[in-house]
Nanobody, 124 residues
Framework: QVQLVESGGGLVQAGGSLTLSCAASGRVFSINTMGWYRQAPGKQRELVAEITSAGITNYAGSVKGRFTISRGNAKNTVILQMNSLKPEDTAVYYC??????????????????WGQGIQVTVSS
């Protein structure tokens, strides 16, 4: 099992900045991907940004150029720096960790773990 502890978030005015942090512990593989998803009321959960253990990043189009995801100095941590925030960024943000396991037959499966969620509210 992997445990994820999130911090950061809160209330900010449009144009402001916030930083989210997430730390993974437990059965953490050296090869993994960590990232952030968000879910606004009445909407599906969507990917915001993710980063592999090799440092490869992937962003949603709506946040490119405004958000930056990085690995923290502490092992198995991920940081999401959110700048130029907009009211439409308001959502519950969830930290995600996933890695792949291979069973005795050689088949791989993806294992996802989620944080408890943290509220980000951007006022207009």
């Amino acid at each position: 099992q992997v445990q994820l502890v999130e911090s950061g978030g809160g209330l900010v005015q449009a144009g402001g900045s916030l930083t989210l942090s997430c730390a993974a512990s437990g059965r953490v593989f050296s090869i993994n991907t960590m990232g952030w998803y968000r879910q606004a009321p009445g909407k599906q959960r969507e990917l915001v940004a993710e980063i592999t253990s090799a440092g490869i990043t992937n962003y949603a189009g709506s946040v490119k150029g405004r958000f930056t995801i990085s690995r923290g100095n502490a092992k198995n941590t991920v940081i999401l720096q959110m700048n130029s925030l907009k009211p439409e960024d308001t959502a519950v943000y969830y930290c995600n960790y996933y890695s792949y396991d291979r069973d005795y037959r050689g088949e791989t499966s993806r294992n996802d773990y989620w944080g408890q969620g943290i509220q980000v509210t951007v006022s207009s």
